[in-house]
């Protein structure tokens, strides 16, 4: 992969794929109910701490079923949600070929904050991780299931994958 984002100050990356949606785009009751359990385990495995230390943030692409889960979470943890297109402009958008614009996008982001949280699209969340930690591999980063998340550690490894109902692998973090 081409871009990178260098002198990244992240220690925690969740990629968060979107919740369940509707065929107008916007959440389903099942997907507004999955983000609601998502953001409960992600609050369990990240800890307080980590999500009020004033250094973590949400950001999603601009497509309402992202923003509308970021909307559910932010609100439940108390964090800043900010869009971000090239995480996603509009349903139908062509998501390959995103690479420099993630890196120019993120690049403040990146060295501004240790906990982020990015609420996105599949394909994306193959290759967030890579651009963002240049140690990340995004051969096996893929998030197909809705609701799913994905966290990284400082070490720039998958410690753990969390459903609405689950952490179905864990590492403590630090």
Not at 36 to 53: D, I
Not at 102 to 125: D, K, V
Request: charged share 25%.
């Amino acid at each position: 992969m081409a871009y990178k984002v260098e002198g990244s100050t992240i220690q925690n990356l969740v990629i968060v794929r979107h919740g369940d949606y509707s065929a107008d785009g916007s959440l389903n009751e099942s997907g507004r109910q999955d983000i609601a359990k998502l953001t409960q385990q992600l609050e369990n495995y990240l800890s307080r701490k980590v999500l009020t230390s004033g250094e973590a943030i949400i950001t999603y692409s601009l497509a309402d079923r992202a923003r509308q889960s970021a909307e559910i979470m932010a609100s439940r943890v108390g964090l800043l949600a900010i869009p971000k297109s090239s995480l996603g402009d509009a349903d139908g958008m062509d998501y390959f070929g995103q690479e420099k614009r993630i890196a120019e996008e993120f690049g403040n982001i990146a060295s501004s904050y240790s906990c982020l949280i990015a609420i996105t699209h599949e394909p994306i969340t193959a290759y967030l991780a890579e651009i963002l930690l240049p140690e990340v591999n995004g051969d096996q980063n893929r998030i197909v299931n809705n609701a799913w998340a994905r966290v990284y550690d400082r070490d720039r490894m998958v410690v753990a994958t969390i459903s609405p109902d689950q952490i179905i692998s864990k590492r403590d973090i630090n």
